[in-house]
T-cell receptor
């Protein structure tokens, strides 16, 4: 089966610019996650969707980050405006059930200059 | 709040020797425990999980992990390490809330 797809793989922007990441989960997976992984740290959950509804966005910096999952399939994560500290790898994952095994995409490495 | 501790930033082992990567956790209620591996420029790959049942869990690539409730530990083990096992390993826990990851342990297997 096809895995979780993410694009772009790499992105370099200047601070205060905007950026968007795209994720297409494994077909049929109802739950979709966005994680931020800063160098030297473990992934941190930003937002979790169940179908097209938000389950948990408690760690999403809502003043600059937004995410949507229209139609309950693919998802976009946006940062506007970006800050230097947003430099990280953004990982998307999906699972068939909440808290079951999560399958991760390759990630998008964001560098903010 | 749930948390995971991986006390070793790096573990060094010679090829052919057994390896252990340590993980302890804190969670309310029964834990769901996971190990993931991350290779350079790749996403996380699932290795194994403990939900319930036998305390010794077998996973991918010959890895296994032992759940110890009294010590709140879930150490990752492999009887004979390979150079190709060199990677970053993450332990994660959920108590039916969001999955919380440890900071990771880098495993270096020398030829």
């Amino acid at each position: 089966e096809a895995g979780v797809a993410q694009s772009p793989r790499y992105k370099i922007i200047e601070k205060r610019q905007s950026v968007a990441f795209w994720c297409n989960p494994i077909s049929g997976h109802a739950t979709l996650y966005w994680y931020q992984q800063i160098l030297g740290q473990g992934p941190k959950l930003l937002i979790q969707f169940q179908n097209n509804g938000v389950v948990d966005d408690s760690q999403l910096p809502k003043d600059r980050f937004s995410a949507e999952r229209l139609k309950g399939v693919d998802s976009t994560l946006k940062i506007q405006p970006a800050k230097l500290e947003d430099s990280a790898v953004y990982l998307c994952a999906s699972s068939g059930y909440i808290d079951n095994e999560q399958f991760f995409g390759p990630g998008t490495r964001l560098t903010v200059l | 709040a749930q948390s995971v501790a991986q006390p070793e930033d790096q573990v060094n082992v010679a090829e052919g020797n057994p390896l252990t990567v340590k993980c302890t956790y804190s969670v309310s209620g029964n834990p769901y425990l996971f190990w993931y591996v991350q290779y350079p420029n790749r996403g996380l790959q699932f290795l194994l999980k403990y939900i319930t049942g036998d305390n010794l869990v077998k996973g991918s690539y010959g890895f296994e992990a032992e759940f110890n409730k009294s010590q709140t530990s879930f150490h990752l083990k492999k009887p004979s390490a390979l150079v190709s096992d060199s990677a970053l390993y993450f332990c994660a826990v959920t108590g039916f809330q969001k999955l919380v990851f440890g900071t990771g342990t880098r495993l270096l297997v020398s030829p």
